[in-house]
C-alpha cells in the first residue's frame, strides 16, 4: 500500500524555522516527483514546491520562495521541507503528495494526512 | 502564472441530482488538468487527470470534459458521500495552480 506520513509540524513564532518531513512507504520513491501542498484553515489549496526524482529540479511558489527549501532523501525514501521566517500567513496544513506518474506532468496522488503548522506569537 | 476559475463556488444538490462544476484556465492548458474531491478534516483525492480520464477506483459516475480552456467536472447521479468540495488544478506549467473550490451541499 502506497503511505505518505508527514511529521513536524507544530506552533511557532513569527520569523521561526521549521522543518517538515515525510515518509514513503509502499512504492519506488527514487522514481517520482514529490510535492508539498497547504491548506489554510477554511481556505482552497496552494501548491508550495515540488522536487524531481533525482533532486535536479525544484519549483517553488512565490509566496515562499527565498523562505522554503525543499530536499529529499531516496535512500531513507523521504521528503523534507525547511521553511524559514515563518508568518501568520503560512500557518497551514501541509500535504505532502506524490506525483500520479501519468504523462510527465503533476497530478497529485496520493497524498499524506497532513500536518499542522500554525505560526502565532 | 495560470488562473483557475471554478464556478459556482457553492452548490446545493439532492442525491440522485446530475451535477455539473466548471473550471476555466486564464490561458491554453490544453488538456492538463485534474479534478479533486475533498471531504472536511480528510486529504483531497484524485478524480480526474489529464482533463477526462478517471483515476483507478472512482466511480464512473464522476467524469470530466474539455472545450478549449473551459473544463467540466460532471457527477452524472448524485450519492450521499458525493457531498464534498472540488477543486480544478492545472499541471501545464509551473507554478502549479488551483481552482478557488466548489462547496457540493445537500439541498
Known amino acids: 500500500e502506497v503511505q505518505l506520513v508527514e511529521s513536524g509540524g507544530g506552533l511557532v513564532k513569527p520569523g521561526g524555522s521549521l522543518r517538515l518531513a515525510c515518509a514513503a512507504s509502499g512504492f519506488t520513491f527514487n522514481t517520482y516527483t514529490m510535492n508539498w501542498v497547504r491548506q489554510a484553515p477554511g481556505k482552497g489549496l496552494e501548491w508550495v514546491s515540488s522536487?524531481?526524482?533525482?533532486?535536479?529540479?525544484?519549483y517553488y511558489a512565490d509566496s515562499m520562495k527565498g523562505r522554503v527549501t525543499i530536499s529529499r532523501d531516496n535512500a531513507k525514501k523521504s521528503l523534507y521541507l525547511q521553511m524559514n521566517s515563518l508568518r501568520a500567513e503560512d500557518t497551514a496544513v501541509y500535504y505532502c503528495a506524490r506525483d500520479h506518474g501519468y504523462s510527465g506532468y503533476i497530478w497529485f496522488d496520493p497524498w499524506g494526512q497532513g500536518t499542522l503548522v500554525t505560526v502565532s506569537s | 502564472d495560470i488562473q483557475m476559475t471554478q464556478s459556482p463556488s457553492s452548490v446545493s444538490a439532492s442525491v440522485g441530482d446530475r451535477v455539473t462544476i466548471t473550471c476555466r484556465a486564464s490561458?491554453?492548458?490544453?488538456?492538463?488538468l485534474a479534478w479533486y474531491q475533498q471531504k472536511p478534516g480528510k486529504a483531497p483525492k484524485l478524480l480526474i487527470y489529464a482533463a477526462s480520464n478517471l483515476e483507478s477506483g472512482v466511480p464512473s459516475r464522476f467524469s470530466g470534459s474539455r472545450s478549449g480552456t473551459d473544463f467540466t467536472l460532471t457527477i452524472s447521479s448524485l450519492q450521499p458521500e458525493d457531498f464534498a468540495t472540488y477543486y480544478c488544478q492545472q499541471a501545464n506549467s509551473f507554478p502549479i495552480t488551483f481552482g478557488q473550490g466548489t462547496r457540493l451541499e445537500t439541498k
Open positions: 490561458q491554453d492548458i490544453r488538456s492538463w
Open positions: 522536487i524531481s526524482s533525482g533532486s535536479s529540479h525544484v
